[in-house]
């Protein structure tokens, strides 16, 4: 007589590797995106990870604490300070690379998220007195 062939469990991850990988994945799906010159969209990063999104959505706010929808545009978010500071491109250029598809949304979700317009940011982060303010935020 044969006896059952038991399945493997599979394996859970840790919230904290989720969460690395929630960031490492978001990070290739937005370089993805800034190749391309197109929109970053929750449905898109969804199927991109062969995953359903009411799935993920759930993860992300289990994991994360934030909507899946948050977390993709602080990402952007992040990536489009990184290219204000670090790059001369227009504007218009890093709305693009940033997914933001138009400078219009780009500048839009920019001023909502920091009180102040991405061109305002990088005046103020280049200027000679912001470099002492620069050094408070990497402390």
Not at 53 to 60: H, V
């Amino acid at each position: 007589m044969r006896t059952p062939r038991r399945t493997k469990k599979p394996r859970r991850l840790s919230n904290d590797a989720a969460r690395r990988l929630f960031h490492s994945t978001a990070e290739l799906y937005l370089h993805a995106c800034s190749v391309t010159g197109t929109p970053v969209r929750c449905d898109e990063y969804t199927a991109w990870l062969r995953m359903s999104r009411p799935y993920l959505s759930t993860l992300a706010q289990k994991v994360l604490g934030m909507s899946l929808h948050k977390f993709l545009r602080s990402k952007q978010l992040e990536h489009a300070q990184k290219l204000l500071l670090t790059t001369p491109s227009s504007i218009q250029l890093i709305a693009i690379r940033s997914g933001f598809g138009t400078e219009t949304t780009f500048s839009r979700h920019f001023r909502a998220a920091f009180g102040i317009t991405p061109g305002q940011y990088r005046a103020s982060s280049t200027a000679p007195a912001a470099s002492s303010g620069s050094a408070r935020r990497a402390r």
